[in-house]
């Protein structure tokens, strides 16, 4: 009987964190096309924040709670994750149109 092991968020974040630590530590094996492949993991990466940012203001986190978290501005995430909607207020929110 095979059972399903459901992982939260932060272990598949920690585990992968660990794997990306492990390639930064050896550098004698790599080749020229690795370097491909480091930025295919950059572009997912990049993927996976636009949701994460796009998901934590559908859940009522403002621009302020998630540039807290980042350790930047509320201006600079609105600025590189426009809200899809009106900006409404000192509050960080976003209104759909």
Do not use: F
């Not at 636009?50 to 509320?74: F, K, N, P, W, Y």
């Amino acid at each position: 009987m095979s059972t399903t092991t459901i992982r939260s968020t932060e272990d598949r974040i920690g585990g992968i964190v660990r794997m990306i630590r492990a390639l930064g530590r050896d550098g004698t094996e790599w080749e020229l096309a690795d370097l491909h492949r480091l930025e295919l993991i950059e572009d997912h990466l990049s993927t996976a924040r636009d949701r994460a940012v796009q998901s934590l203001r559908e859940h009522g986190h403002t621009d302020g709670d998630i540039a807290e978290m980042l350790g930047t501005t509320r201006q600079a995430v609105s600025k590189r994750w426009p809200g899809g909607g009106r900006y409404v207020g000192a509050a960080g929110r976003y209104r759909s149109t």
